[in-house]
């Protein structure tokens, strides 16, 4: 499609997607609700057609020659597309925060003053490879009463055109505007370049994909963009750890998927303990093949593991390989993390009261967690229902971001004929 023509098409799906943010925003909760079970009931059924889009998808992956993974990631099997559906319904089932009045006291001059929960009209979102991302955005948009404009990856054109199409048809049925939820229909990497300048129709920018695009979009984005770049996570083993947890946490932090953001990259254990727990860590992980990047002074405990350079400490592998480091104390593992860590999430495995406080407290990440793995910084394992990304920007939202950091609120004053003397 010639440059031009793209952006008209693009700049007349912004106008709709204005219009039916207005629209959305003033419709009831119900109505929304509605939609989304609608939606949860059609995902549930037999779609030829999105059987046939998405074996489309799977099939032109694979002709590339895409790894087994990425072609994994692209299938709309039964069980995902029940589970798309089962969150659906949870968010449906979810409080709305639209409309939502708080936090209102009465001042001298005798008005009452509060505020009000409200969507924030329009966002856009860049995402690559996954099409159930398409569903998890379109629902939070729902019901956040937020329209949303969607660039999904190539190698899933077809599956996202028959899931929002799908999306489309619910939130019509439900008697809210289709166009609310629009799939932008081209792949070409202007219309990326569109979105960051669109401030005319999107009030927040989502994207969600490897570090080259977030890096892409951060860089050129004139909106608002809700952001994280890499996710260099943190286990610290204290001196004070129950070993037997911390096995069984760090194990889990690690390895229990090695893709995600939330994965632990990175591992820190306090001297006094190292001998005591790094040998069993590095036997039960022997079978999984994981590979060590190690600090000199960790090397004797870990039998095969790596010298560490300066570069690990900040690496975020997405793979079977982690680095570890000996600390002397509490201080020296907060500032590692602080210097290195992406401010994604960080855990400690303690039985010290003291030190678990000082980690919450002094740890700059998004999620910070005692006793826990990695790996529960997740919309739906925060109660959100899902997510619509993570952030670990401070202002607005940080975190898991759920229906809350998709809507902001606005000032209400409630008077009785005051005037201001």
């Known amino acids: 499609?010639?440059?031009?023509?793209?952006?008209?098409?693009?700049?007349?799906?912004?106008?709709?997607?204005?219009?039916?943010?207005?629209?959305?925003?003033?419709?009831?909760?119900?109505?929304?609700?509605?939609?989304?079970?609608?939606?949860?009931?059609?995902?549930?059924?037999?779609?030829?057609?999105?059987?046939?889009?998405?074996?489309?998808?799977?099939?032109?992956?694979?002709?590339?020659?895409?790894?087994?993974?990425?072609?994994?990631?692209?299938?709309?099997?039964?069980?995902?597309?029940?589970?798309?559906?089962?969150?659906?319904?949870?968010?449906?089932?979810?409080?709305?925060?639209?409309?939502?009045?708080?936090?209102?006291?009465?001042?001298?001059?005798?008005?009452?003053?509060?505020?009000?929960?409200?969507?924030?009209?329009?966002?856009?979102?860049?995402?690559?490879s996954r099409p159930n991302v398409s569903i998890e955005a379109a629902s939070l948009a729902i019901k956040s009463g937020n329209a949303c404009i969607l660039r999904g990856g190539s190698e899933a054109l077809a599956s996202n055109q028959a899931l929002i199409a799908l999306v489309q048809q619910s939130l019509e049925q439900a008697g809210l505007p289709r166009a609310a939820v629009q799939l932008i229909p081209s792949t070409d990497r202007a219309a990326v370049g569109w979105l960051c300048r669109a401030t005319e129709h999107i009030d927040l920018l989502i994207p969600r994909g490897g570090k080259s695009l977030i890096e892409r979009v951060a860089l050129e984005a004139k909106v608002p963009v809700l952001k994280h770049l890499d996710g260099n996570c943190?286990?610290?083993?204290?001196?004070?750890?129950?070993?037997?947890?911390?096995?069984?946490?760090?194990?889990?932090?690690?390895?229990?998927?090695?893709?995600?953001?939330?994965?632990?990259?990175?591992?820190?254990?306090?001297?006094?303990?190292?001998?005591?727990?790094?040998?069993?860590?590095?036997?039960?992980?022997?079978?999984?093949?994981?590979?060590?990047?190690?600090?000199?002074?960790?090397?004797?405990?870990?039998?095969?593991a790596e010298s560490a350079t300066e570069a690990d400490w900040a690496e975020e592998y997405l793979d079977y390989k982690i680095s570890v480091k000996l600390v002397g104390d509490l201080d020296e593992a907060i500032a590692h993390i602080n210097r290195y860590g992406s401010h994604h999430t960080d855990a400690i495995l303690t039985q010290h009261h003291g030190h678990a406080m000082r980690f919450v407290r002094e740890v700059d990440s998004a999620s910070v967690m005692i006793n826990a793995s990695t790996r529960f910084a997740d919309g739906f394992e925060y109660g959100l229902g899902a997510e619509i990304g993570i952030s670990t920007d401070k202002l607005h939202a940080r975190g898991p971001v759920g229906l809350e950091g998709l809507t902001t609120y606005k000032w209400v004053v409630l008077g009785e004929g005051q005037v201001r003397q």
């Not at 023509?5 to 709709?16: N, T």
């Not at 001196?239 to 632990?264: R, Y």
């Not at 040998?279 to 960790?298: D, Y």
Request: glycine share 4%; aromatic share 4%.
């Open 234 to 304: 943190h286990s610290y083993v204290d001196e004070f750890a129950d070993l037997e947890m911390a096995l069984k946490v760090v194990d889990n932090a690690k390895t229990q998927k090695v893709s995600p953001c939330n994965a632990t990259e990175s591992l820190l254990v306090h001297r006094t303990v190292a001998a005591a727990f790094l040998p069993r860590l590095a036997a039960l992980w022997a079978p999984k093949k994981l590979v060590f990047r190690a600090c000199l002074e960790s090397l004797p405990f870990l039998p095969g």
């Open 1 to 128: 499609m010639p440059a031009e023509e793209l952006i008209e098409e693009l700049e007349a799906l912004g106008r709709a997607a204005r219009a039916s943010a207005a629209r959305l925003a003033a419709s009831s909760t119900a109505a929304r609700n509605q939609a989304l079970l609608l939606l949860a009931a059609a995902l549930r059924q037999p779609q030829p057609t999105l059987a046939e889009a998405n074996a489309a998808d799977v099939a032109a992956a694979q002709a590339r020659g895409l790894d087994a993974p990425l072609v994994d990631r692209l299938r709309l099997t039964p069980a995902i597309l029940a589970t798309l559906a089962q969150g659906c319904e949870q968010i449906a089932a979810l409080p709305d925060p639209v409309g939502a009045m708080t936090n209102f006291q009465r001042r001298p001059s005798g008005i009452q003053v509060g505020q009000m929960r409200v969507p924030l009209g329009c966002f856009g979102m860049v995402f690559e």
